[in-house]
């Protein structure tokens, strides 16, 4: 066994996190949501308490899990350094993505499970139209996003409603990734029921509690996204006026 834990990367398992993340790297790639090494994802593994982090500057569709960086989340992710971060696997060669401290915060901040950065053409232009939320109701596509309601019987919070709206908060783009860091928490913690934010002509970033959460909140968004681009080309409005 290697000095740089091979062995945290290495698995049959296709639902491992460091499969997962290159095989999902891929798809999103193929749907042009990570081209020229943009974007990223960051899953934890609920069983180890290891935080698993694309690498800087890989192709997404070549990427290995042998190209993962390792965080070791100790004390329920509290304590996670996003200033100082420690890496119990750190690949030769390789710099853990740019994205790695907003990966972090989320971690840290929100207890969520996976974090899924794109730069989708639907979230840049989306980030254009709208001033500090993106905004969409009575689309049957909303039912997959969750909600601020709590469910006492089902002892969980549900999803929205066909009639309510998605708002989405988006923050201005900074020159370097990391400088958005202080940016999203803050409007984490305005929103804390928000399980994305955009980023204005960057990207978006969106979390789950697991990777599959995650990816349909993601692949959800990104389809309302593109209607409402097409919806405002057609002078519709998102959001549907109360009668
Ligand atoms: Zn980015």
């Not at 899990?65 to 119990?88: M, S, Y």
């Not at 804390?192 to 979390?207: D, N, Q, Y």
């Not at 909140?217 to 409402?228: H, K, P, R, V």
């Amino acid at each position: 066994m290697s000095n740089n834990h091979d062995e945290l990367v290495t698995s049959g398992d296709p639902m491992h996190p460091a499969n997962l993340i290159c095989s999902l790297c891929a798809k999103f790639y193929e749907k042009d949501w990570c081209l020229g090494t943009g974007g990223g994802i960051s899953i934890k593994d609920p069983h180890t308490n290891h935080y698993f982090i694309a690498p800087s500057g890989v192709q997404k569709e070549l990427m290995r899990p042998t190209d993962l960086f390792v965080v070791e989340g100790t004390d329920n992710n509290k304590e996670l350094n996003v200033d100082d971060v420690t890496f119990v696997r750190k690949p030769p060669g390789l710099k853990p993505s740019d994205c790695t401290p907003l990966f972090l915060t989320c971690f840290k901040e929100l207890d969520v499970g996976a974090v899924i950065h794109t730069h989708s053409s639907n979230a840049v232009l989306a980030s254009l139209l709208y001033d500090d939320f993106f905004e969409i109701s009575h689309i049957e596509q909303i039912k997959a996003m969750p909600s601020d309601k709590w469910d006492p019987v089902a002892n969980k919070y549900i999803n929205l409603l066909f009639q309510d709206t998605l708002r989405i908060p988006i923050i201005d783009n900074k020159n370097f990734e990391y400088e958005l860091t202080d940016d999203l928490l803050e409007v984490c913690k305005k929103h804390p029921h928000s399980c994305a934010v955009l980023v204005r002509r960057h990207g978006i970033f969106v979390w789950g509690s697991t990777i599959a959460k995650a990816k349909i909140y993601n692949e959800s968004i990104d389809y309302l996204l593109g209607l409402a681009i097409q919806m405002r080309q057609l002078g519709l409005p998102t959001v549907k006026p109360s009668i």
